[in-house]
C-alpha cells in the first residue's frame, strides 16, 4: 500500500484504491452490525434478561433486520426544516468517522495508509463530526434537537483538547506521530506498551474517548430522559441510520486508536506468544475496549452538563498537561 | 451584543421522563429554567363524579386506577374511611393479609420508583433490576387475586380472597430475597459517585416549606418531620410493629432516595414480623350488609401510600351510593411545589427534581 501511494494516480490506482476502501466499508459495517449485536446481548446478560433472539440463530441477524427496517423507511424531512443542511447533516457526521480509519495499523504490515502525522489526520477530521452534529440540530428546526446539539457541540470541544492533550506524551515518548512508529516502538511484551508509563494519560484518554463517543456517562447530547434524543430526534429512516452508523464506527476508529496508542497495537503481550498473528491481538486488545465501553453503559448514570465542563476542564485537562510535564522531565533526567 | 431571547420548551405530555401523560411549560434562558408551568389533567378519568353513581364495593376498582403501582394502598384508603363510617369490625386473619399486601405494595411501588428515577439520571440496569424484583411481588399479588396490577382485592370489612396454602412460606423467602438485593442496590448504586453528584442538594426545601404546601410521605419526612402516619394515627394493625420512620436533614433529591430506600428494610422488617405472627385460619370477611349504606354523615381517613398520604373523605347521605367522594391525592399535592423548585435550575434537574417527588399521573389527574 505504502508504495502504491507514491506513484503516480492512473485509473487501475484509483480502481485498487476503491477496492480497498470498499473492502473497508464491508468491515466496517461488519463490525457495526455485530458491535450493536454484542452490545444488546452484553447488556441484556448483565441486565438479567435475554437479548434479542429471534431473528436468525441466536438474534444473529437482528441489527440486519432492524437495518433493513431504518433503510426501507419512508424519508421524512419536517416541513420547517433547513433541507440542505438537514441531508447534509448524516453525511458530514458520518464521513470524517470512516475517513480516520486510514491511519490505523491493524497489524504490522495490515494497514490503509501509513501517515506521518496520523494522530494529527485523526485529531482533525473527528472534530468534523461535530460540526455535523450541530447541524443537524439546528437544521431540524427542534427546540429538543437544537439543545443537543448545542450540547453536542460544547462537550465535544471540550473534550477534544484533554483527549488530544493526553496523547502528547506518547508522541513526546516515541518522537512520532506516526502511528505505525507508535506501535513498533512498544514491542516485546506488555511491559513494554504505552499504558504503563503512561498510565495518567491512558486514564484521560479513555474518559476523554468516551465522551467523545457520546457513551454513558457522557451521553448527554442525547440524553433520553431530558432531550428525548437529542440532536437526531427529528431524524429517522437511513438519515438516522446514518447517525446511528457514525456512532459505531467511531467506536471501532476510538478503540483502535486506544489500542495502537496505550495497548501496543499488533504486539503480543509475552515475547514467547509472538508466533500468534498480530491482528489477533489487535482484535483480542480492540475488542476488550469495546466491551469496556458497553460495560461501562450498563453501570453507569449520566453526568450533568455542568459536571461535565467542570470535569473537562478542570480535572482532565491539568492532568493532561501534568502528564506532559511529567514524561518532559522524565525523559530529560533519563537521557 | 448578541441579543438573547427565552426559548419556550414544551416538556411533555409526550416525553419519557414525565412519568405518563404530565406535561410542563418551562422557558429557558440557555439551560436556566426561568419559569415552570405544569399543566395536568391528560388523565382526568373523573373517579370522584363517576363514583357518586357507584355502588361502595363497585368503587374499589376505580381506586385501583388512581395510583396504578400503588393500588392496594388505595384499595385500603377506600374500604377504611367505609369501615369507620360504619363502624364495622375486621376479622384478625383480614386485617394481616391487608397489611401484609401493603407493606409488599409499598416495596413494589418503591422499586418502580428506584428503577425509574435510575433510568431518569441516565443508569439504565437498575430500572431492570427493579422491575425483575417488583415482579416477584406482583405474582405474589396475581397468586392472591388472580390480577398483576388493578388487584381489586379489599372488600368494605375485610379481603376477598383468602392466602392459597404455602403463599405465606412465599412471602417470606420473597423477605429474604429481598433483604439480599437491597443490599445489591446500595453498592450498585448508593455509592456512585456521578448519582451522587447528580442528586445531592437538587431540588432543596425547608420543613416550613413542605408544610406549607401541604407535602406528605418521603418529600416530607426528608426535611426532617417526621410524620408517618402509619405511626402517628395507626390504622390497620401497625400499631402491633416495630418500624421506624426514616428521616433526613436536608430535604434534598439526595435525601428523599435515602428514606425510600430505607422504607424499603423498615416495610420488609414489618413483613417478617406480620409472617411469623400471621393467624391460622380464620375468617376473611367481617360481618356486614349485604347492601352497604352508611349512615347519614362525613368521614375523613387517611393512610400513608407509599407517595404520602392518600386520604378518602366520604359524605354519606344514607343511600347505598356515596353523595360526595373525594380523595386527597398525595401525588397531586405533592406535585405543587414543582413550579417553585424548578426556577433557577438546569434542563436537566427537571429530569431529576420531577423524578424524586415521585409522582403517579393517574392519581394526579385522577
Known amino acids: ?306 459536571q461535565l465542563m467542570g470535569l473537562g476542564w478542570k480535572v482532565l485537562l491539568p492532568l493532561a498537561l501534568v502528564n506532559i510535564i511529567i514524561t518532559a522531565v522524565y525523559m530529560e533526567i533519563v537521557k | 451584543m448578541i441579543r438573547t431571547e427565552e426559548l419556550v420548551l414544551n416538556v411533555g405530555p409526550q416525553h419519557p421522563s414525565t412519568h405518563g401523560v404530565f406535561r410542563v411549560i418551562v422557558k429557558l434562558d440557555g439551560e436556566v429554567i426561568t419559569e415552570a408551568i405544569p399543566v395536568m389533567g391528560y388523565l382526568h378519568r373523573g373517579t370522584e363524579k363517576l363514583a357518586e353513581d357507584l355502588s361502595f364495593t363497585q368503587i374499589i376498582p376505580y381506586t385501583d386506577r388512581l395510583d396504578y403501582v400503588s393500588a392496594m394502598t388505595n384499595n385500603y384508603a377506600l374500604v377504611n374511611a367505609v369501615e369507620k363510617l360504619m363502624s364495622i369490625e375486621v376479622p384478625e386473619r383480614a386485617q394481616f393479609l391487608r397489611l401484609i399486601v401493603m407493606e409488599l405494595q409499598r416495596i413494589a411501588s418503591h422499586l418502580v420508583w428506584w428503577g425509574t428515577y435510575l433510568l431518569d439520571i441516565g443508569a439504565m440496569s437498575p430500572f431492570l433490576f ?72 437538587v431540588g432543596k426545601y425547608d420543613a416550613e416549606t413542605a408544610i406549607n404546601y401541604g407535602l406528605s410521605g418521603a418529600n416530607l419526612r426528608c426535611t426532617g418531620v417526621k410524620r408517618d402516619l402509619r405511626k402517628d394515627e395507626p390504622y390497620c394493625i401497625y400499631d402491633r410493629f416495630e418500624f421506624d420512620v426514616p428521616v433526613g436533614t436536608n430535604g434534598d433529591c439526595y435525601d428523599r432516595y435515602v428514606i425510600r430506600m430505607e422504607e424499603i428494610r423498615q416495610s420488609l422488617r414489618i413483613l417478617e414480623q406480620a409472617v411469623e405472627q400471621f393467624p391460622e385460619g380464620g375468617e376473611i370477611m367481617g360481618k356486614v350488609p349485604r347492601v352497604l349504606r352508611p349512615p347519614v354523615g362525613e368521614v375523613y381517613a387517611g393512610i400513608e401510600s407509599p407517595r404520602g398520604e392518600i386520604g378518602c373523605y366520604i359524605v354519606s347521605n344514607g343511600k347505598d351510593k356515596p353523595y360526595r367522594l373525594k380523595f386527597r391525592r398525595p401525588s397531586f399535592v405533592n406535585l405543587q411545589i414543582l413550579p417553585k423548585l424548578l426556577v433557577g435550575e438546569t434542563m436537566t434537574n427537571l429530569v431529576t427534581i420531577l423524578g424524586g417527588i415521585d409522582i403517579v399521573v393517574g392519581e394526579v389527574d385522577a
Open chain 1, 1 to 306: 500500500m505504502h508504495d502504491l501511494l507514491q506513484r503516480e494516480m492512473s485509473l487501475s490506482l484509483f480502481g485498487i484504491f476503491t477496492f480497498w476502501a470498499v473492502v473497508m466499508l464491508v468491515i466496517v459495517l461488519g463490525f457495526v452490525t455485530y458491535a450493536i449485536y454484542f452490545e444488546r446481548k452484553i447488556l441484556g446478560w448483565m441486565q438479567s434478561r435475554i437479548g434479542p433472539n429471534r431473528v436468525g440463530p441466536l438474534g444473529l441477524l437482528q441489527t440486519v433486520a432492524d437495518i433493513l427496517k431504518l433503510l426501507m423507511k419512508e424519508d421524512t424531512i419536517p416541513r420547517k426544516a433547513d433541507r440542505p443542511f438537514f441531508i447534509l447533516a448524516p453525511i458530514i457526521v458520518y464521513v470524517p468517522s470512516f475517513a480516520v480509519i486510514a491511519t490505523i495499523p491493524f497489524a504490522e504490515n495490515l494497514y490503509n495508509a501509513n501517515l506521518n502525522v496520523g494522530i494529527l489526520y485523526y485529531a482533525a477530521l473527528s472534530s468534523i463530526s461535530t460540526i455535523g452534529i450541530v447541524l443537524g440540530g439546528w437544521a431540524s428546526n427542534n427546540k429538543y434537537a437544537l439543545l443537543g446539539g448545542m450540547r453536542s457541540a460544547a462537550q465535544m470541544i471540550s473534550y477534544e483538547i484533554p483527549l488530544v492533550i493526553s496523547v502528547v506524551g506518547i508522541v513526546m515518548m516515541s518522537g512520532s506521530l506516526n502511528l505505525h512508529t507508535i506501535v513498533s516502538q512498544q514491542t516485546g511484551g506488555f511491559w513494554n506498551w504505552n499504558f504503563l508509563p503512561q498510565i495518567v494519560g491512558f486514564a484521560v484518554f479513555i474518559v476523554a474517548a468516551i465522551s467523545e463517543l457520546n457513551r454513558t456517562p457522557f451521553d448527554l447530547p442525547e440524553a433520553e430522559s431530558e432531550l428525548v434524543a437529542g440532536y437526531h430526534v427529528e431524524y429517522s429512516g437511513f438519515r438516522f441510520a446514518f447517525f446511528m452508523l457514525a456512532e459505531y464506527v467511531y467506536v471501532f476508529a476510538l478503540s483502535a486508536l486506544a489500542t495502537v496508542l496505550f495497548l501496543g497495537g499488533w504486539d503480543a503481550p509475552l515475547p514467547f506468544l509472538d508466533f500468534i498473528p498480530g491482528i489477533f491481538w489487535f482484535i483480542l486488545k480492540f475488542a476488550f475496549f469495546v466491551f469496556f465501553l458497553i460495560w461501562i453503559r450498563g453501570t453507569l448514570p449520566r453526568v450533568r452538563i455542568d
Open chain 2, 130 to 201: 427493579g422491575f425483575r424484583d417488583r415482579e416477584m411481588i406482583i405474582n405474589l399479588f396475581n397468586e392472591l387475586c388472580g390480577a398483576r396490577l388493578t388487584y381489586n382485592y379489599m372488600r368494605v370489612g375485610g379481603v376477598k380472597w383468602d392466602a392459597p396454602e404455602g403463599w405465606i412460606d412465599k412471602v417470606r423467602q420473597f423477605v429474604s430475597y429481598m433483604k439480599e438485593k437491597l443490599e445489591e442496590y446500595h453498592s450498585l448504586v448508593s455509592g456512585n459517585e456521578i448519582f451522587l453528584a447528580r442528586i445531592k442538594g
